[in-house]
């Protein structure tokens, strides 16, 4: 009768079942890990990429309404107006200024095109822009008249609510067909709602653009001709600035910590952690202006 040892019939040991389960989970731990590295590596990209997309929004309509502004120290209707606001998370500027803009139907077209079917009237492509933050409110409001105000330093002077108020930022761009400062910045800063007709009686077109969301920071400060000194507001008459210095930060919205709430509250005026900075120079044509410099 053969004999059969019966340790050459058993399976695996339980040490041995052990180990190759700690080894199963090891490798599927780092490989986890790994993947999880990628994907939040990925997300951080992105997030940098839509933050560096919405900085580049917001410069090209300024550096392009520069380009083409339209000044006269002589002429109250085509000044400049500017307003520095500072506050504890950044800067909430406010400029507004007259330029050339694409109007539809085009003024030049419709000259070649003669008359059209329905009577249409060709726009001025001359509108006085306003630049500035408010709070971010839903495109409805805003179809349906609403104008949001701007953001002050006494909204956001409680470091407890900062990042809140960054959450709901908008950087704004207003395109209006009546060109006086006063009744413009007068129609944001106190009625809330677009006018249709200007202080003068005349109809007028009153659009409220928001840009990019997501913006902590607009900065600008304006190059003196004569000394180059950069000033932090516009405040001159009888001349015009050479160049404008634009500086926005926006910060990822899906990605909010309190690392931006404790920067603001200990070192006012700090842009935040995690917040994506851009800036350029924007230089004023020297044909803007019927005046010399």
Not at 244 to 249: D, K, R, W
């Amino acid at each position: 009768m053969r004999y059969v040892n019966p340790k050459s019939q058993s399976g695996l040991t339980l040490v041995e079942l052990l180990t190759s389960v700690t080894i199963i989970i090891i490798m599927g731990g780092a490989t986890y890990a790994v993947f999880n590295t990628a994907m939040s590596a990925y997300n951080r990209t992105q997030a940098k990429l839509i933050q560096g997309q919405r900085c580049r929004v917001a410069l090209d309509h300024f550096v392009t309404d520069v380009s083409q502004i339209q000044t006269d120290t002589s002429d109250e209707l085509l000044t400049i107006f500017s307003q520095d606001v500072p506050t504890p998370s950044g800067n909430r500027d406010i400029v507004s200024f007259v330029t050339l803009v694409k109007t539809d139907p085009d003024v030049f077209a419709v000259q070649i095109e003669g008359p059209r079917p329905v009577p249409m009237p060709p726009l001025s492509d001359v509108r006085r822009v306003v630049y500035y933050i408010g709070p971010k409110i839903p495109y409805a409001e805003i179809a349906s008249g609403s104008v949001p105000p701007p953001i002050n330093e006494s909204q956001v002077s409680n470091s407890s609510n900062v990042q809140q108020q960054e959450e709901r930022l908008t950087l704004y761009r207003i395109v209006s067909t009546a060109l006086n400062p006063e009744f413009v910045i007068a129609t944001i800063m106190d009625a809330g709602v677009k006018p249709t007709v200007d202080e003068n009686g005349m109809p007028i077109e009153f659009a409220v653009e928001g840009l990019i969301d997501g913006i902590i920071n607009f900065d600008l400060n304006y190059v003196d001709a004569e000394s180059g000194t950069l000033f932090e507001s516009w405040e001159q008459t009888d001349v015009i600035p050479v160049g404008v210095q634009v500086l926005v930060s926006v910060i990822n919205e899906n990605n909010q910590n309190r690392a931006t709430v404790q920067s603001a509250a200990q070192n006012p005026g700090v842009i935040g952690q995690g917040a994506l900075t851009q800036s350029t120079m924007v230089y004023i044509p020297a044909g803007a202006s019927g005046t010399t410099q």
